[in-house]
């Protein structure tokens, strides 16, 4: 299970990403610039990512997986 939290202005901010079991690909599902993409997450482990909107579009709730995820 991934803990999502999300921080900005709807054109820039942060995502911080955790997990407590082994997270296999971490993808947002969005159509912007993040400062990484397509990473794994080792269980306890947290990573923050920063992000900003393509041609200054605001943004809402930005989308986040995993390959592993259970469904």
Known sequence: ???????????SGTIAVATDHYARVVTFDADMDFSDNYFDLLPGEERTIRWR???GRPAGTIPVYCWNAAE
């Open 53 to 55: 909107t393509v041609g």
């Open 1 to 11: 299970r991934l803990s999502v939290r999300q921080v900005g202005d709807g054109t």
